[in-house]
């Protein structure tokens, strides 16, 4: 499939304010590919389809993770809204064809993180959080820290204690993974 293909599914298949923000994420990711050297074409795409399994409302997406043999986490049965990540992951590679691992592992890894992100894991988690579309209270500071900022792992690192403070906030549980992707880079750090 090609990207116009792709684009022209996703749109028929998600409600307009979520195409919206898939397409926002996209360009911004292409932003921040162009900054840090990421592959830009690998960054569009995964920016524009990271979201693909939000045709599905929160209350099925249980459902479609059994369908596809994901499983479902202590976190995610509480808080299934995490399984779109995991399922969109599958999703790109049944409808939409790709068949990039590090496409499906940026997708997978988009809402909670990972430890030890790809560069375009990194993209795609931050991306998401920053695209034009977003609106809440940081988010301008986040972007201005992007465009300040000249090394990714900053970055993520200050996106990953921005997104804790918020859960933490919220008093809802924290998926390890998040934990886990901020350790690391605390762990690694050379910026």
């Given at each position: 499939?090609?990207?116009d293909?792709m684009?022209?599914e996703l749109q028929?298949?998600?409600?307009k304010?979520?195409?919206?923000?898939?397409?926002g994420?996209?360009?911004?990711?292409?932003k921040?590919?162009?900054?840090?050297g990421?592959?830009?074409?690998?960054?569009?795409?995964?920016?524009?389809l990271?979201?693909c399994a939000?045709?599905f409302?929160?209350e099925?997406?249980p459902?479609?993770a059994?369908?596809?043999?994901?499983?479902i986490?202590?976190v995610?049965?509480t808080?299934p809204l995490?399984?779109?990540a995991?399922?969109?992951a599958?999703m790109?590679?049944e409808?939409?064809?790709?068949?990039?691992?590090e496409?499906?592992?940026?997708?997978?890894?988009h809402?909670?993180?990972?430890?030890d992100m790809t560069?375009?894991?990194?993209?795609?988690?931050?991306?998401?959080m920053?695209e034009?579309n977003?609106n809440?209270p940081?988010?301008?500071e986040?972007?201005?820290?992007?465009?300040?900022?000249?090394?990714?792992?900053?970055i993520?690192?200050?996106?990953?204690?921005?997104?804790i403070?918020?859960?933490?906030?919220k008093?809802?549980?924290?998926h390890?993974?998040?934990i886990?992707?901020?350790?690391?880079?605390?762990l690694?750090?050379?910026?």
């Open positions: 499939m090609t990207i293909e684009r022209r028929r298949r998600l409600k304010d979520r195409f919206a923000h898939s397409i994420v996209a360009n911004t990711a292409v921040l590919a162009k900054k840090f990421v592959d830009v074409d690998r960054a569009y795409t995964a920016g524009l990271h979201d939000r045709e409302e929160n099925q997406l459902a479609e059994i369908k596809r043999g994901i499983e986490g202590e995610e049965k808080m995490l399984l779109h995991y399922i969109g599958k790109v590679q409808i939409y064809g790709v068949d990039d691992a496409i499906i592992q940026a997708i997978h890894r809402t909670v993180g990972a430890r560069p375009l894991d990194k993209i795609i988690y931050f991306a998401d920053i034009p977003r809440y940081g988010v301008e986040l972007r201005d820290f992007a465009e300040k900022s000249s090394e990714l792992d900053e993520i690192l200050k996106a990953l204690d921005e997104s403070i918020f859960i933490v906030q008093a809802t549980l924290l390890p993974d998040t886990a992707a901020r350790n690391f880079l605390l690694q750090k050379t910026f």
